[in-house]
């Protein structure tokens, strides 16, 4: 047996943002055992507003007037959640005609949804222009599909081009811009393709830019910020128009593993608002948009199972929860990650007391992947008790393999 000290191991971060009472999270201000009562089932996710609220409220409060918060709605598309958040930021970003349809459902303004995504089919492109949102083009083959859906529906096609940036966002958990990306346009083709904006006719709105995902580092977000709008300054010399929409991407993290900080919003806000103080002067049309998904939801949502099982096997306890990798693929690891790490996870029971022991939360999947927890220091449970996985808001049942085993679907609650 190897002797470790405990407090030498990276940590993760507290999962402070739900209250616990005498042992059991509170979410939605409600005790996590009755909550579940209330479902009726596990497993299942819960998203807590007030946690919504309060993540949207302290952004908007950094940053500067004029530069506005987008959803990127794929992070998760629970109509509910997606209703909510309508109201609590300034425009939702889809990626698809089914995103679309579940933001104008929501109440989303068609004046601040934009659609982005490679490959979008003809009849999406169509959909776009009838409901009258503004298009990210990816590709030159977009254009003349637009121009046709304008014609044919006598309404302007608003069009802004995302540009494949000559850099990446560094030290991202995805990256989505620099080098060969099928994301975007690259910047050397922008130009002509900016050309046959004009010709066309096509209603042009200005660019966007998304340099990568999961970014826990503020310098690189800023750096990132910078050279977009940068290059955005550049390019906008052969636009047909002004541009009144520049999107500077997002890219924000949330701590998952141990060891990891929660971001610092300080260097980004005062970096945002030396670009909007720039911009003010060099692009005085445009409105600068951040769009978050993780950073937004992804905090405020846990997910719950029960534990049907526990069994040691040579020495280590499993326990065998009901929900796993069909509902939680990005917590078992399999989700883009290059090693596998733990999420933060919990037992939450009432009188749990101070005992504690090394565990490893596993799913009912007949296969090694389904593991939540891998030999975690949990409290002491038994069949019967709840299991959380945190930090479950973003990229949960949308993002996982729900018919692999035939197991029900993960129930989704918003308190
Ligand atoms: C996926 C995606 C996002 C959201 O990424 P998060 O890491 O959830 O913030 C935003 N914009 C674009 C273009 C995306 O593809």
């Known amino acids: ?55 949207a409220a302290e952004l908007k409060a950094a940053m500067p007037a004029g530069v506005k918060l987008h959803y990127a709605m794929k992070a998760n598309p629970m109509p509910a959640l997606v209703q909510t958040m309508v109201g609590l930021v300034d425009g939702i970003d889809v990626a698809s005609a089914g995103e679309l349809k579940v933001a104008l459902d929501a109440g989303a303004d068609p004046a601040e949804v934009s659609f982005a995504g490679p490959g979008k089919r003809d009849t999406e492109l169509r959909q776009a222009v009838a409901a009258g949102v503004l298009v990210n083009v990816e590709s030159l083959r977009e254009l003349p599909v637009l121009a046709e859906a304008s014609q044919a529906l006598g309404l302007p096609a608003r069009v802004a081009v995302r540009v494949n940036p000559d850099f990446e966002l560094k030290g991202s958990g995805m990256k989505m811009g620099g080098g060969a990306k ?47 709008y940068a290059l955005a300054l550049q390019l906008a010399e052969s636009a047909p128009g002004p541009v009144k929409f520049l999107n500077l991407g997002g890219g924000f993290g949330i701590p998952y593993f141990p060891g990891e900080q929660r971001l610092d919003l300080a260097p980004i806000s005062a970096n945002l608002h030396a670009i909007a103080e720039r911009a003010r002067a060099e692009m005085p049309a445009a409105s600068l948009v951040i769009e978050l998904g993780r950073y937004l939801v992804g905090e405020a949502g846990i997910y719950v199972t029960r ?46 007391g ?45 993002a996982s393999p729900s018919a692999f085993l035939g197991h029900p679907a993960a129930v989704e609650v918003l308190v």
């Open 354 to 398: 101070t005992a504690r022991e090394s565990a490893s939360l596993v799913g009912p999947l007949c296969t090694p992947l389904d593991l939540l927890a891998d030999r975690m220091e949990l409290a002491v449970a038994d069949v019967g008790d709840l299991a959380v996985v945190f930090q479950s808001g973003a990229y949960g049942p949308s």
């Open 307 to 352: 534990i049907v099982d526990r069994k040691v096997s040579r020495g280590q306890v499993f326990l065998i929860g009901d929900g796993g990798l069909h509902h939680q693929l990005a917590a078992s690891g399999n989700f883009g990650q290059v090693v596998r790490k733990n999420y933060p996870v919990a037992i939450s029971k009432a009188d749990a």
């Open 182 to 228: 099928q994301f975007g346009v690259d910047v050397d083709v922008v130009p002509g393709l900016l050309a046959q904006v004009a010709s066309l006719g096509l209603a042009f709105e200005g660019f966007h830019l998304f340099a990568g995902s999961q970014n826990l580092r503020a310098d690189s977000i800023c750096e990132a910020q910078q050279k977009s």
């Open 1 to 55: 047996m190897t002797v470790s000290n405990p407090n030498l191991k990276p940590q993760h971060v507290a999962m402070d943002q739900f209250p616990v009472q005498d042992g059991e999270l509170l979410v939605g201000g409600q005790r996590l055992s009755a909550l579940a009562a209330r479902v009726g089932s596990t497993p299942f996710f819960a998203y807590d507003r007030s946690l919504l609220r309060r993540r």
